[in-house]
T-cell receptor, first 114, second 112 residues
Framework: EAGVAQSPRYKIIEKRQSVAFWCNPI?????LYWYQQILGQGPKLLIQ????????DSQLPKDRFSAERLKGVDSTLKIQPAKLEDSAVYLC????????????FGPGTRLLVL | KQEVTQIPAALSVPEGENLVLNCSFT??????LQWFRQDPGKGLTSLLL?????REQTSGRLNASLDKSSGRSTLYIAASQPGDSATYLC???????????FGGGTRVLVKP
């Protein structure tokens, strides 16, 4: 089966610009996660979707970050405006359903904000 | 608030030596603990998952132990190989379906 797909793989922008990341989860997976991984740190959950509804967005900086999962399949994560500290790898993961413990991770999008 | 720590941040060993990776967490009320592997430029791959009622889990050369009362888990990799070079992350889950809280990872280099 195809894995979790993410694009772009790399992005370089200047601070105050906006950027968007796209994630296509494994077919049939109802739960989708976005994580932020700053260099040298473990991933931090930004937002969790169950189908197209938000389960947990407690650590999402809502003044600049937004995410949506229209139709409960693909998802986009947007940052507007970007700050230097947003430089990180943004990982998308999916699982069959919320209580399934195995999350399958995509390769990530590496963002550099100058 | 749960905090997960992995020390050391980096480790280098000669091929064939056993690897011992440590993970500690501040809140012992966990549902389960998971070990992941991350290769450069790639996502995370789950290695082992230990439920809170278990003491250890084994898969091939990998063995993970869990001591909930002391807030510690250890991942053992026997007879290390250069292909084991990667970053290893542990993560804990507070309740079923709850988010994972990750440690910072240990970057491992196995020298041929």
């Amino acid at each position: 089966e195809a894995g979790v797909a993410q694009s772009p793989r790399y992005k370089i922008i200047e601070k105050r610009q906006s950027v968007a990341f796209w994630c296509n989860p494994i077919s049939g997976h109802a739960t989708l996660y976005w994580y932020q991984q700053i260099l040298g740190q473990g991933p931090k959950l930004l937002i969790q979707f169950q189908n197209n509804g938000v389960v947990d967005d407690s650590q999402l900086p809502k003044d600049r970050f937004s995410a949506e999962r229209l139709k409960g399949v693909d998802s986009t994560l947007k940052i507007q405006p970007a700050k230097l500290e947003d430089s990180a790898v943004y990982l998308c993961a999916s699982s069959l359903w919320q209580l399934q413990e195995t999350q399958y991770f995509g390769p990530g999008t590496r963002l550099l904000v100058l | 608030k749960q905090e997960v720590t992995q020390i050391p941040a980096a480790l280098s060993v000669p091929e064939g030596e056993n690897l011992v990776l440590n993970c500690s967490f501040t809140d012992s009320a966990i549902y389960n603990l998971q070990w992941f592997r991350q290769d450069p430029g790639k996502g995370l791959t789950s290695l082992l998952l230990i439920q809170s009622s278990q003491r250890e889990q084994t898969s091939g050369r990998l063995n993970a132990s869990l001591d909930k009362s002391s807030g510690r888990s250890t991942l053992y990799i026997a007879a290390s190989q250069p292909g084991d070079s990667a970053t290893y992350l542990c993560a804990v889950r507070r309740t079923a379906g709850n988010k994972l809280t990750f440690g910072g990872g240990t970057r491992v280099l196995v020298k041929p």
